[in-house]
């Protein structure tokens, strides 16, 4: 790709350079708060349909960055992806979340998982990521993503979403040595999945460990962190990848971060269980930060909002090494007018605070 970034900040941020002010993107940004986005989804005819086919993908990843002055896409995809790809019969019913229907409940049946071909069952990724990459022409970066293997594990091996993923933890507890090797495959596959990623445009890799809270210390170590630091070295060996910043996302696991920053990503994301100034102290200065807003705050007031707003940058202070973001994903219920607000105040505020 030869297009010339014209907004780099997000970049600068997440290497810990000064910026002129805060960048910020969102969680979610491409999603059904936005009018167009549920356009889209209708002719698309459902989720899965707008997320594998690129044109679609492509018009819903860009969507957010019309309406406001965002410093980042993210593409359009889920972190289910590789676990369908594997052959595990993802589906969406209505109102319930994803489902499997073939979950993994035996030896037998992770045994058979394998990496699944990146220029096979995954390409049309692929094929996103280039068309997303092609139609910004350098506004701002693109960030490629997946889930992490413990939160890809929890779907396959529960078959749908729960409160507590107790089967696989049940796994971890009775067969470690099962549990272990799904882990493994998974963050092979994981690594292939994001390293094609860079290869095909990306510009920052982000991995969701959206169920690592779940997890109890020492379980969080073996069974979440070791994975993603597998991911991470792999990246770093490949002649692609290694050239791009990669984001930890693991919700309710702040308690973790100084050990997820010697991981050697790049960045880690904050969810709003955390006060900045406290997660700042104990990543001492290895690795930038993004977050961290409460998704709820989004549906208050502007003035709410704004003031909220101010109060994550001044608890993060005038340091480089900030990105903005929601604590989680922003919520269907949100007024789009409401993110407006945020974006220009975070852009506004964070000159501000550097004295511009």
Known sequence: MTD??????????????????????????AGRYLPEYRATRERAGSFLGLAQHPEYACEVTLQPLERFELDAAILFSDILTIPDAMGL????????????ARPLRTAADIDKLAVPDMDGELRYVMDAVRLIRREL????????????????????????????????????WNEPKL????????????????????????????IFDTWGGLLGPAPFREFSLRSMAQIVAALKADPTARELPVILFSKGAGMHLAEMADSGCAALGVDWTI??????????????LQGNLDPA??????????????AVLDSYGNHPGHVFNLGHGITPEVDPEHLKVLVDEVHAYGRALRGA
């Not at 994981?190 to 990623?197: D, H, S």
Request: include cysteine; charge should be positive; glycine fraction near 8%.
């Open 179 to 206: 549990a272990h090797q799904l882990l493994d495959t998974l963050a092979r596959a994981v690594a292939a999945y994001l390293i094609a990623q860079a290869e095909a445009g990306a510009q920052a890799l982000m």
């Open 275 to 288: 006060d900045l100034a406290d997660a700042r102290r104990a990543v001492a200065g290895k690795v930038a």
């Open 89 to 100: 019969g993802l589906s969406f019913a209505h109102g319930e979340g994803p489902q499997f």
């Open 297 to 310: 705050v989004m549906r208050a007031s502007p003035e709410v909002i704004r003031r909220e707003a101010r």
């Open 137 to 172: 022409h350098g506004r701002a970066p693109l960030i490629g993503f997946s889930g992490s293997p413990w939160t890809l594990a929890c779907y396959m091996v529960e078959g749908h979403g729960s409160r507590d993923f107790a089967t696989l933890k049940a796994m971890c």
């Open 4 to 29: 010339v970034l014209k907004n780099d900040r997000f970049l600068r941020a997440l290497r810990r350079e000064p910026t002129d002010t805060t960048p910020i993107w969102v969680m979610r940004q």
